[in-house]
């Protein structure tokens, strides 16, 4: 984080020291803006002043620090262009707020008294709508509806009451197509408010308490900046503007119960699955689910523009996949494009043409796992297709995945990532060792240099790269 402004939030208790220490005179002007320059995932913010809460951590994010300005909650976000390291290695061109894409998440108790301030460093005019509030309409955001757009160089105020706990968002809700496809949004988390050992009806205190958003672009290869006609055929499927391997991983103490929430401002839908436990949904961007109407599930489908928050005890301890169940979202930059080529044989024919052309690679003719442990040629600031290393070999995922890490021996309230799992003997899937199957390989009769498409063998680092 950069401390170039009065108080960081790098550390609780400098925030703390700051935000008691503002002068009367320093209160009457705009609260600065605090800055963030990485993409790792912040600590959680426990809360110097206001109201006590559980803080959430944002996956590869940070959380807004405010000010305490007679007795109101004050915020300062700056919308402006950014440059996010989606991977490390690949820098993207986006917009965001405060220094990163997404903006920092707002944390606030159910009753605060709110206030943001908005500036507009972007080259054209913003607004921000705060999805799923109770709020005065006037404070809605919707550019030309309920407010004139907030132009380049001005600051607008919004300010309300936190009514409704639960898990929200912010975007804008000017230009939308272009700023949502640039990165323009961050999370609001608003918690209930359970002060003096009162509990919510259908707020569970949880240990762990994680919060991403879905978001996609289309980043030509060896290219910086999105382009933000594209609906459907993204190339980077991200967690608040984050790839696997680049995701950080969740953690959690065995038997500590966790909460995720999660928020899709992309284009389609994504059906969020966890391995090894189930949970239930206990919460959407309109409130808390009441017990009485929950059921387990293992996947949840992410509608666009809805929030899930969901919840599961992790009692199984190991390194369990956390990620989107449509194939393709899971998958780095890859073009559609790509011909199917499993079956065809194209034995001799490589080195042949490597002959003429020295780094030409055939994919996918015993399926595309190889490309996981090819090193393929790939443009400048482009990450690969399929990526990520674990114990037992490359994992050939490189899109919205990543691992909740459950270990007995994690301490409380310790986000390390605690390394792989140790696989306790007798507990791994192992290789037979006795005698082969009988059954013989069905008989192919696809002789090389006959089979259909195998004249079409395509070199990928320049055509598999389409979107
Ligand atoms: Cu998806």
């Not at 915020?75 to 690949?90: N, Q, S, T």
């Not at 804008?172 to 496809?181: G, K, L, R």
Request: aromatic share 8%; net charge neutral.
């Amino acid at each position: 984080m950069n401390r170039r402004h009065f108080f960081s939030g790098a550390a609780t208790a400098v925030a703390a020291v700051s935000a008691s220490s503002v002068s009367r005179v320093a209160l009457a002007a705009l609260p600065e803006p605090v800055m963030q320059t990485s993409a790792n995932t912040a600590p959680p913010l426990h809360p110097p002043t206001g109201r006590p809460y559980n803080p959430v951590v944002t996956l590869n994010g940070w959380t807004a620090p405010w000010r305490m300005n007679a007795g109101v909650k004050e915020f300062h976000l700056v919308a402006e262009p950014v440059v996010r390291e989606v991977a490390p290695g690949f820098m993207v061109n986006l917009w965001g707020y405060n220094g990163q894409s997404p903006g920092p998440t707002i944390e606030v108790v159910e009753g605060d008294r709110v206030r943001i301030f908005v500036t507009n460093r972007l080259p054209e005019h913003t607004t921000i709508h705060w999805h799923g509030q109770r709020l005065p309409n006037g404070m809605d955001g919707v550019g030309g509806l309920n407010q004139p757009s907030i132009q380049p160089g001005k600051t607008f105020v919004y300010e309300f009451v936190a009514r409704r706990p639960g898990t929200f968002m912010y975007h804008p809700h000017a230009d939308e197509m272009v700023q949502m496809a640039m990165g323009m949004m961050g999370l609001w988390i608003t918690h209930p408010n359970v002060g003096n050992g009162a509990t919510h009806p259908h707020i569970a205190t949880v240990q762990r308490d994680y919060a991403f958003l879905l978001n996609a672009f289309d980043v030509e290869p060896g290219s910086m900046t999105p382009k933000v006609n594209t609906m459907l055929d993204h190339n980077i499927w991200c967690w608040n503007s984050r790839v696997f391997p680049a995701i950080s991983p969740l953690v959690a103490r065995q038997g500590e119960r966790v909460r995720i929430r999660v928020g899709n401002l992309t284009m389609t839908n994504h059906p969020i699955h966890i391995h090894g436990h189930e949970f239930e949904v206990t919460g959407t961007d309109g409130g808390p689910v009441p017990k009485s109407a929950r059921w387990p599930e293992v996947t949840t489908d992410v509608a666009v523009g809805q929030m899930r928050q969901i919840e599961l005890v992790a009692d199984e301890p190991g390194d369990w996949a956390l990620h989107c169940h449509k194939s393709h979202h899971t998958m780095g930059a890859m073009g559609h494009a790509v011909p199917t080529m499993i079956g065809v044989d194209h034995r001799g024919l490589v080195g042949k043409i490597q002959k003429i052309v020295p780094d030409y690679m055939v994919m996918g003719e015993r399926g595309m796992a190889d490309m996981g442990a090819m090193e393929m040629p790939l443009p400048d600031n482009t990450f690969p297709m399929m990526t990520g290393t674990g114990p037992y070999g490359p994992l050939e995922m490189g899109g919205m995945f990543t691992t909740l890490k459950v270990r007995a021996d994690q301490t409380t309230g310790n986000y390390r990532d605690p390394g792989d799992y140790a696989q306790p003997p007798g507990t791994q899937a192992y290789e037979w060792q006795g005698a082969p199957a009988s059954t013989p390989r069905p008989a192919r009769n696809d002789t090389p240099g006959t089979a259909p498409g195998a004249a079409n063998a395509r070199k990928p680092a320049h055509s598999g790269h389409q979107h």
